[in-house]
Structures are given as C-alpha cells and as structure tokens.
C-alpha cells in the first residue's frame, strides 16, 4: 500500500482491505462493508456505471470504494484517486489534529476553588499580620515580627486543604478501577468525574443499541404469520405461529412449506454459520448469515444439507437482477433455490406454495404479498423472498430464473441489544437526554429508537444528514432538544452536532467506532470509542473505551461518574469542615490576643493524615441508590455548593470546642504544650467523629445500622487515625516533633466531651436540599 500512487489500479477482492480511495471502473457484484467510515451495518452495492454530483453524500457515492474499508462480496477493479492524508481517513485524521485539549468540569471547578482559596488566604493572612503588628505598637523588636510570622503561617496552612489534591486523585483512579469492572475502561483520569456531568448521551445505533447481528424476527408464508424469536448469530429460538388474537409454538414440520423455506434460505447462500461446541463462528454476509440462522433455529445446518444436496452451479447476485439463485441435486433430480428482493423474485415465479399445494400466482395473490412486504419495511426490517422450481437434466441456465414456485418472505433487522430498553429508561429518569447518531438509514434508525425508548416523545424530531447539509446553525440549536434521531449522517455533521449541544450547555458524551467517529468523539466532553470493533484512531481519541460495545455500560459509567462526584463532596465538606475549624481557631486566638493554639506542624498533621484517611475512605463510599434519580448537576455549579451552611456551623462548633479547653487550660495550668495538645486533640476526634454524617448529606447517619456499615473502610480509617493520634501524643520523639503533652484522665474527659459534637452535626440540619439542576 506504501508504494501506490493516484493513478495505479488495483484488483478488489472477497475479504481485502481497500488501501486507498478508488474510483471504480469494474465490479461484478461488488459489495463493500463501509460501516467504519459511514456507520451503515448494511454492504453497500457498487456500480461504476453511476454519474454523480461532487456534492453526493459519502454513504451514497456508490461508484468510489474507500480507503480501510472492507470487500464483502463481489470483485472489481478501481483507480486510485486520492492516498495517505488525501483519503477520507486521512481527512478524519486531520480534524483530529485540530483539537485542543480540553479542562474538564471537574479541573475547572476545582481551579475556580483553588483561585478563590488562594485570595481569601491572602487576605486574611495580611488583616492577621497587621492586627498583631498593631497591636504591638510596630515592628520594634524581633519577637513581633516572630509572632506575627508563625500566626500568618499557621492560618495558611490551616486555609488549605492540602489532602484534597491526593484524595481527589487517589478517588478518581479507584473510581477507574470499578469502571473497568463493568466494561467502562477510562484512557483519562479526569473523565471519571465528567461522566457525572453527563446531560446528553450521542450514540451509534450499530453495534451500540443494536448487536450488529442481522436477526430474522418474522416469516410469512401463504396465510400463515409467524414470529421467530432469539437473538443474533446463536441459532436457539422458537417459531411462534399467529392466528388472529391467539399463539402457539410450532416446529419446522408442523407446516407445510416451512421447512422448504429454510432450506432455501440455507442452501442459495454463501455465508457459513459453524459450531465448536456452544460457541459459533460465522463469515460472510449478514442477511445471508441471517438465514443460516433462521434454518438452523429449524434444526437445519448447511453442511450436513449440501452434503444430502450438493451445489453443482449458480447465477450469482447482481445489482440488476436483485436475486441469487444456486443449483443442487438430491433424490429427486435437480432444483433450483432463489433469494432476492421481493419485487424481483415476484417477477420470475407463476405458481405459489399454499398449505402444502402449488397453485397460480395470480395478481391478487401478488398484491397480497406486496402489502405484507410494504408493512414489514415499515418496521424498518430487510425483507427478502425465497422461491424454488425443479429442473430437468439438460436445463438452460438462462432459463432457469423463470416459472418459479412462490415459498414466502422473510423480515429481518439488526435488533436492540436486550438490556439497552432499560439503560435507556434509566437515563431518561437520571434526566439524561438521549440521542442516536447513526449513519444508517431514517426508517432503520427511527424505528430501532422507537423500539428502545429514544424516540418515545410525541414532538421527537428525525432529521437527516441531507436535512442537516441545508440547516444553520441558528435552526439547529433551535431544534436540537427535540431531536431523538440523526440519520445517514457523515462525520462533518457528527461534529457540528456536538458543537450544537455545546452551544446549549449540554456536557456531551459521544460514542464512536469508525475512524469517521474520531473527530466527534475527541470534541465531545466525554468521547467514548468501542473496544471490540472499534478502529485504533477512535480509541486513542476517546476518553473511554468499551470493553463490551454496550449501550448499557455508558449508563452504568454515568452512575459511577456521580457516585464518584457525590463521594468528592462528601470528602470536600469533610475537609473544608477541618480548615476553617482550624481557621476559626487560630484568626480568634488571635485576634483574642491568645498563643497560637495549633502550630503549623500539627495543623500539617490534621490536613494531611488525620484528615486524610476518612476523606480517602468517604472518596469510596458505596453509591446512593437515588444517585440516578436526580437530574444532571449545572456544569456551572462550584463543587461546594450548597455546602456552606453545614461547613460554617461546623467549623464555628468545632473551633469552639477546641479554644475553650485550650483557654481554660492555658489560663489554669499555665503550661500552653498541654493546653495545645488538647485542643490539638479536640480538632483531630471532632472531624473523625464528623466524618461518619458527611457520609449522609439527607439523613442522620446513626439512625440507620445499615447506612452505617455499609462503608467499614471508614471505620478502619478513623480507627487508624485515632491511634496515629495517640502516637503523636505519647510517643517520646514525635512530642518533640509535634511538641505535644501526655494527657491524664481528666484531660480524656474534657477531649471526649468537647469533641463529642462532631456525633451529633449532619448536613441536613444545616444545608438546603442539594438541588440538581
């Protein structure tokens, strides 16, 4: 592929990777898989004959083949025209480049955070150095200066929280760790909390909701309705006969010209469906594949038939004719089996098989068909016809599409992947609105959106890729919230999509497979690439990748995501509680004209290890059940809010709780490292006692034994933080360290009592209800 140049010809096979784009100028029943550019899970059928406009969308440019696409059947010849960067994929390659990466709501919150932290220390550090300053008539001697350092720097260190930068992380790569449990395996660290973000899922049809597996779901022969059920390439299902309001289940053999049905279907076909042991490999083309399955559902195998009928000639597929037909002896002599487009095979047969009996086909009995065939369309599915006829030894092969035997129809689809129904479901009551981005057909994909619940609404909206071409961008932001269904569309629109849903604040998460889906899938805030049949351009510009190409594991991601996001703000009320405690504590010493109360080394301490060990467990605290009940958070929204009112109470108590006994202490004993360590002490059991009711913004904690448990890891961590407490206390070396005091008894007593009201404090009491926008 390196070395050919626009220009070269090249031979187009069964099987090959096209390796440059291509005008065609041969084809004999060419049919080209195009579903890694166009999204389309159908081949496409070639023709070099067709003239079009330069303007012609790319799935409908039927006389060019391009670049990474794949031959499903058929062989011709094309001219180079365009390779390397020059291509289609190329091009998508380009708009890659273009992007920039992006912050996430998540960075942006949390430098917003940063920002206003940083000025309010400034300016409360300034007000603290000029009040003590003052206060001793000015800089005159080096104790002043010494006093008003160690103050200034105590508030600073109290004023951040330096935990939350670990915590934060250490949660988000816990966060990917369940993720990649359930199939979601995030590429960036920071996507784990945008998913929670989520307010729009733009999703693929093929693959995604659908289990790209051509499904026969319903057969018709004379008279006689019948609904095939079971799922993808696994041949287990049931034949359902309907007869008006009732059903009932049949074999194969129950009804007459059923099973020659199935054997048509099986044996004028070139795909191959083969078992090793549960598992079944499968090659070739879908709707052909789609048959082998329906047969074998009827306990039919194609090698065990063609031995019993061997194949000895064929007129193959074309364009033209629309129908395939092969050639096969058995017992009887030769026969003839047929597939096709209806109109096509409806065309070649006078006769009709009816309850078992062969009679005339006559125009009554065409429209009849023709009606089921139009209602089965409807329903989005594929619709083919089966016909046979018997041959005489010395037949002509051009005769031999002629005076055939009417058997049925067949409607198949690609179906919704089972559990996608209730992802659907799920997201819409999580407020999440979702919409199907596909390149396939508008009567396909508005049905499969129908089916699953995207296009539910009676004011939804479709609109194609051809209708999206003619649209501003003014008329599509005006339209787009109304919009369940894009068809046909091509990567250029997947992209002024996402831009759209940008533009009306939507946090948009895009999925994609094809090299085609790249470019969007890098510019929506969450782009999310297929694991299993996704191209290697997608995945590296996605965000997440799915291990298992479900529609379902994006919901499930978005949950985590906001569990994820919940337990931050768990965390975050927990430590913010701790700081402005430890700012109220030493600003009102202070300005009291006390001793500092918490130097900075055990200000360090309670931030770093004390702090940080119930903040990294609330960071795993299990998902609330409503987590999904809720609508998706304003992007706009700071990380603290609603907060405020719990934090400031907090801190207000817990500063109290800590200068009193430091006070009285300090003013009985007269030995500040004691009166230091308990108030050290005081600050470190309110914010472990204080953790547990972070746990549970909506409901006091402690009165549910459940709730309480169900997240041990804070107890192991309060527990260890607790007895690295008593180290800091006790141990000889780390009192010179942390410059602390042993305590007696009494001192416990008055530690346990001032710290008790951390038991008692829940966001509830304090907060308004977080409201989600």
């Given at each position: 592929a390196r070395e050919l140049v626009p220009g070269d010809i090249v031979v187009l096979r069964v099987g090959d990777k096209v390796p440059a784009d291509c005008r065609l100028i041969e084809s004999y029943n060419l049919r080209v898989d195009e579903a890694i550019l166009t999204g389309e899970s159908v081949p496409v059928e070639k023709d070099p004959s067709v003239i079009l406009d330069e303007e012609t969308p790319l799935p409908e440019r039927r006389n060019m083949v391009y670049s990474s696409t794949i031959i499903s059947y058929g062989h011709g010849l094309g001219i180079i025209v365009a390779t390397g960067m020059k291509t289609e994929v190329?091009?998508?390659?380009?708009?890659?480049?273009?992007?920039?990466?992006?912050?996430?709501?998540?960075?942006?919150?949390?430098?917003?955070?940063?920002?206003?932290?940083?000025?309010?220390?400034?300016?409360?550090?300034a007000i603290v150095a000029i009040s003590e300053i003052i206060e001793y008539g000015g800089l005159h001697s080096l104790r002043v200066l010494e006093d008003a350092i160690l103050t200034s720097i105590?508030?600073?260190?109290?004023?951040?929280?330096?935990?939350?930068?670990?915590?934060?992380?250490?949660?988000?790569?816990?966060?990917?760790?369940?993720?990649?449990?359930?199939?979601?395996?995030v590429r960036r660290l920071a996507a784990v909390e945008t998913l929670g973000s989520a307010t729009v899922i733009c999703s693929?049809?093929?693959?995604?909701?659908?289990?790209?597996?051509?499904?026969?779901?319903?057969?018709?022969?004379?008279?006689?309705?019948?609904?095939?059920?079971?799922?993808?390439?696994?041949?287990?299902?049931?034949?359902?006969?309907?007869?008006?309001?009732?059903?009932?289940?049949?074999?194969?053999?129950?009804?007459?010209?059923?099973?020659?049905?199935?054997?048509?279907?099986?044996?004028?076909?070139?795909?191959?469906?083969?078992?090793?042991?549960?598992?079944?490999?499968?090659?070739?083309?879908?709707?052909?594949?789609a048959l082998l399955v329906l047969g074998a559902k009827g306990g039919l195998m194609k090698e065990p038939l063609e031995e019993k009928e061997p194949r000895l000639d064929e007129v193959p597929f074309d364009s033209t004719r629309k129908m395939m037909t092969t050639i096969h002896r058995n017992s009887e002599?030769?026969?003839?089996?047929?597939?096709?487009?209806?109109?096509?095979?409806?065309?070649?047969?006078?006769?009709?098989?009816?309850?078992?009996?062969?009679?005339?086909?006559?125009?009554?009995?065409?429209?009849?068909?023709?009606?089921?065939?139009?209602?089965?369309?409807?329903?989005?599915?594929?619709?083919?016809?089966?016909?046979?006829?018997?041959?005489?030894?010395?037949?002509?092969?051009?005769?031999?599409?002629?005076?055939?035997?009417?058997?049925?129809?067949?409607?198949?689809?690609?179906?919704?992947?089972?559990?996608?129904?209730?992802?659907?479901?799920?997201?819409?009551?999580?407020?999440?609105?979702?919409?199907?981005?596909?390149?396939?057909?508008?009567?396909?994909?508005?049905?499969?959106?129908?089916?699953?619940?995207?296009?539910?609404?009676?004011?939804?909206?479709?609109?194609?890729?051809?209708?999206?071409?003619?649209?501003?961008?003014?008329?599509?932001?005006?339209?787009?919230?109304?919009?369940?269904?894009?068809?046909?569309?091509?990567?250029?629109?997947?992209?002024?999509?996402?831009?759209?849903?940008?533009?009306?604040?939507?946090?948009?998460?895009?999925?994609?497979?094809?090299?085609?889906?790249?470019?969007?899938?890098?510019?929506?805030?969450?782009?999310?690439?297929?694991?299993?049949?996704?191209?290697?351009?997608?995945?590296?510009?996605?965000?997440?990748?799915?291990?298992?190409?479900?529609?379902?594991?994006?919901?499930?991601?978005?949950?985590?995501?906001?569990?994820?996001?919940?337990?931050?703000?768990?965390?975050?009320?927990?430590?913010?509680?701790?700081?402005?405690?430890?700012?109220?504590?030493?600003?009102?010493?202070?300005?009291?004209?006390?001793?500092?109360?918490?130097?900075?080394?055990?200000?360090?301490?309670?931030?770093?290890?004390?702090?940080?060990?119930?903040?990294?467990?609330l960071g795993m605290d299990p998902p609330d059940p409503d987590v999904m009940k809720k609508s998706p958070r304003n992007p706009k929204e700071e990380i603290y809010h609603g907060m405020f009112e719990f934090i400031l109470v907090a801190a207000v108590i817990a500063a109290i709780a800590s200068l009193l006994p430091f006070y009285y202490l300090y003013k009985t004993t007269g030995d500040i490292s004691l009166a230091r360590t308990v108030a050290f002490t005081v600050a470190v059991f309110f914010e472990m006692f204080l953790s547990f009711n972070c746990r549970s913004p909506e409901r006091y904690i402690f009165t549910s034994k459940k709730r309480l448990m169900a997240n041990k890891t804070l107890f192991l961590a309060v527990t260890l933080s607790l007895l690295l407490q008593l180290l800091v206390i006790y141990v000889p070396f780390l009192q010179i360290i942390f410059e602390t005091s042993s305590l007696s008894l009494r001192e416990w007593i008055i530690v346990l009592g001032a710290s008790s009201g951390g038991l008692l404090l829940y966001p509830k009491l304090f907060e308004k209800k977080f409201k989600m926008r």
């Open positions: 190329g091009k998508i390659a380009e708009m890659l480049k273009e992007e920039e990466e992006r912050a996430t709501p998540l960075q942006e919150r949390l430098d917003r955070f940063g920002k206003k932290l940083g000025l309010f220390i400034l300016i409360l550090c105590s508030l600073a260190v109290s004023a951040v929280p330096e935990g939350l930068p670990a915590v934060v992380t250490v949660t988000l790569a816990l966060g990917m760790r369940r993720m990649a449990k359930r199939n979601a395996i693929d049809k093929t693959g995604t909701i659908t289990r790209n597996e051509m499904t026969v779901r319903e057969v018709w022969l004379y008279n006689r309705n019948l609904i095939v059920t079971g799922e993808g390439y696994k041949p287990k299902g049931k034949f359902i006969l309907k007869q008006g309001n009732s059903s009932c289940e049949i074999s194969a053999e129950d009804l007459p010209g059923f099973k020659l049905l199935l054997k048509t279907g099986v044996l004028c076909n070139d795909a191959s469906l083969v078992s090793t042991g549960e598992e079944f490999h499968t090659s070739g083309d879908p709707t052909e594949l002599g030769l026969i003839a089996y047929s597939k096709g487009a209806p109109e096509a095979i409806l065309k070649v047969c006078d006769r009709i098989l009816v309850n078992g009996e062969i009679v005339e086909l006559n125009n009554e009995l065409k429209e009849e068909i023709l009606l089921r065939v139009e209602d089965m369309a409807k329903r989005a599915m594929r619709v083919l016809a089966l016909a046979y006829r018997k041959l005489d030894d010395g037949y002509n092969k051009n005769e031999v599409e002629k005076g055939m035997v009417f058997l049925g129809i067949v409607g198949m689809i690609d179906p919704p992947r089972a559990e996608v129904k209730k992802a659907v479901k799920l997201a819409k009551q999580a407020g999440l609105k979702v919409i199907m981005v596909t390149g396939d057909h508008k009567l396909t994909a508005e049905a499969i959106a129908k089916e699953v619940g995207i296009a539910e609404e009676e004011d939804s909206i479709v609109i194609t890729g051809e209708e999206l071409e003619n649209m501003s961008d003014e008329e599509l932001d005006e339209v787009i919230d109304k919009v369940t269904v894009f068809a046909r569309v091509s990567p250029k629109h997947k992209l002024r999509i996402v831009d759209s849903l940008k533009r009306r604040n939507h946090i948009v998460a895009m999925t994609g497979d094809g090299v085609n889906d790249a470019p969007s899938v890098k510019r929506a805030d969450i782009g999310i690439a297929m694991g299993i049949r996704g191209s290697d351009v997608t995945k590296e510009a996605a965000d997440m990748v799915l291990a298992d190409d479900n529609f379902a594991t994006i919901v499930a991601a978005i949950e985590e995501g906001r569990t994820i996001y919940e337990n931050i703000r768990k965390f975050i009320r927990l430590l913010l509680s701790a700081n402005w405690d430890e700012i109220g504590v030493v600003f009102i010493a202070a300005m009291a004209k006390l001793p500092v109360p918490l130097l900075p080394v055990q200000i360090l301490w309670i931030n770093l290890v004390t702090d940080g060990l119930p903040a990294l467990a």
